[in-house]
């Protein structure tokens, strides 16, 4: 069973910094790209990130470009997001993704989310 | 990159067919194939429900399919039941990108 388990969110001062992590389980983490989608409170989902399976191809949405990182360690099976210089807007539930390819890409397994707070 | 257009909320009653639509461009939706929709539970994570614009993933009742048209795509639930009030997102994703809609409500009445 593929299983996404998200961790590190919390609450953080406008200017801070976090580390997301997503441990991936119950498939081949090294066979798929994989991506960052948050979701502020009320709001809909917004893309943020995307990492190939070799960390050859990375990707930012230009409201991150410049703050946020995105990595991965194949062999811990773990998927990250390296939040800095963080702004009240960055305020959302941060969900990590696979990504499934066929004629087209798209993301088929979700894990539940971690919120991330950024006030003072 | 903008977001999909989609209509803030649809409603039906049970048994009834509801159709969300989807609209981006010819750099999205119209020009490629990538065309995905999620559904989401109040305080759940968001479920793959179709893509590559009308394929549906195992599991995913026959009730839900896809089409696109242009520039335009849409998500058609027929025999509409009280569990697929949610909300929906359409997607184009691109693998350097991704964009998703503004969501949909759907109201079961």
């Known amino acids: 069973e593929v299983q996404l388990v998200e961790s590190g969110g919390g609450l953080v001062k406008p200017g801070g910094s976090l580390r997301l992590s997503c441990a991936a389980s119950g498939f081949t983490f090294s066979s798929y790209s994989m991506n960052w989608v948050r979701q502020a409170p009320g709001k809909g989902l917004e893309w943020v990130s995307s990492?190939?399976?070799?960390?050859?191809?990375?990707y930012y949405a230009d409201s991150v470009k410049g703050r946020f990182t995105i990595s991965r360690d194949n062999a811990k099976n773990s998927l990250y997001l390296q939040m800095n210089s963080l702004r009240a807007e960055d305020t959302a539930v941060y969900y990590c993704a696979r990504v499934a390819c066929r004629l087209s890409c798209y993301l088929d397994y979700w894990g539940q989310g971690t919120l991330v707070t950024v006030s003072s | 990159q903008s977001a999909l257009t989609q209509p803030r909320s649809v409603s039906g009653s049970p048994g009834q067919s509801v159709t969300i639509s989807c609209t981006g461009t010819?750099?999205?939706?119209?020009?490629?194939?990538?065309v995905s929709w999620y559904q989401q539970h109040p305080g759940k994570a968001p479920k793959l429900m179709i893509y590559?614009?009308?394929k549906r993933p195992s599991g995913v009742p026959d009730r839900f399919s896809g089409s696109k048209s242009g520039n335009t795509a849409s998500l058609t639930i027929s025999g509409l039941q009280a569990e697929d009030e949610a909300d929906y997102y359409c997607?184009?994703?691109?693998?350097?990108?991704?964009?998703f809609g503004g969501g949909t409500k759907l109201t079961v009445l």
């Open positions: 997607c184009s994703y691109a693998g350097s990108h991704g964009v």
């Open positions: 590559d614009v009308s």
């Open positions: 010819s750099s999205d939706v119209g020009g490629y194939n990538y």
């Open positions: 990492i190939s399976s070799s960390s050859s191809y990375i």
